[in-house]
């Protein structure tokens, strides 16, 4: 399928350059994210996203906690912890060595070279489910779109998050989320057919989607959560030189 086959092209560009930064932007040694390495019972990781052996089919994406502040699961603080996607996001559009601000030299960016000014709900689903990727004990891209360690069904992933922020694209929250992934990603100058066997899976997604959508709205009249800001997790970055790359995965998302 289209979604299979643009993420395996860009297991051999985008996600290799991902992976090359990944020690940086979640704070863990590099070698945890060589593509070979087993990150099977490499708890601190996986336990990011909320993965377990032998349930990956029923896998929540709502439920990971790299998405949330402190790495803590509050539906309605989600995608709270925007700096990963941000970063992720920046490494596709802008090339890996644009996570240095002192960077300079090298080939255009595909932001520069599309004329991307702001993020969309696509461009945000793709990083999203690139960061559980990168997370998971999957070593490379399978053509189905399904991990082949971890049974993550990525391309419902894609389309879960995708839909997620169609829907919310106006909510005030959401709404603060983008403007900032927007001002890292483009340094501010922004103004800002499944299975009998998966649907089960399929239905509970779907239910975790609303709820989350509905704890959203709860939010609304929450003038203390509201007031809360959303937190930047600050996360060094270990050098690398390696050209921006990335594929026509990401390109398609937009």
């Known amino acids: 399928n289209q979604f299979g086959s643009g993420m395996q092209q860009a297991r051999s560009s985008f996600l290799n350059s991902l992976r090359t930064v990944a020690g940086?932007?979640?704070n863990m040694p590099n070698e945890f994210f060589v593509s070979k390495y087993d990150r099977t019972s490499l708890s601190q990781v996986t336990d990011l996203i909320g993965w377990e052996a032998g349930k990956g089919k029923a896998y929540d994406i709502f439920k990971a906690p790299i998405?949330?502040?402190?790495?803590?699961?509050?539906?309605?603080?989600?995608?709270?912890?925007?700096?990963?996607?941000?970063?992720?996001?920046?490494?596709?559009?802008?090339?890996?060595?644009?996570?240095?601000?002192?960077?300079?030299?090298?080939?255009p960016s595909y932001a520069k070279m599309w004329k991307l000014t702001s993020c969309t709900p696509g461009l945000i689903a793709f990083s999203v489910t690139s960061i559980i990727f990168i997370l998971s004990p999957d070593q490379e891209f399978s053509g189905d779109g399904v991990g082949a360690i971890s049974s993550i069904a990525y391309h419902s992933l894609f389309q879960t998050v995708k839909k997620f922020f169609v829907v919310k694209w106006n909510h005030q929250r959401i709404k603060s989320v983008v403007e900032q992934i927007n001002g890292y990603v483009f340094d501010g100058t922004v103004k800002t057919q499944p299975s009998n066997?998966?649907?089960?899976?399929m239905e509970q997604v779907t239910e975790s989607l609303d709820r989350v959508m509905a704890a959203l709205d709860a939010s609304d009249s929450d003038s203390n959560d509201d007031s809360d800001s959303l937190e930047y997790v600050n996360l060094p970055v270990q050098a690398a030189n390696i050209h921006p790359t990335v594929t026509a995965a990401a390109a398609a998302t937009i």
């Open 24 to 26: 940086g932007i979640f």
């Open 67 to 107: 998405l949330y502040p402190d790495h803590i699961v509050n539906e309605k603080k989600i995608f709270g912890n925007w700096i990963v996607i941000a970063k992720a996001m920046k490494v596709a559009v802008c090339g890996k060595m644009s996570l240095y601000s002192k960077a300079r030299g090298g080939p």
């Open 197 to 201: 066997d998966t649907q089960c899976t």
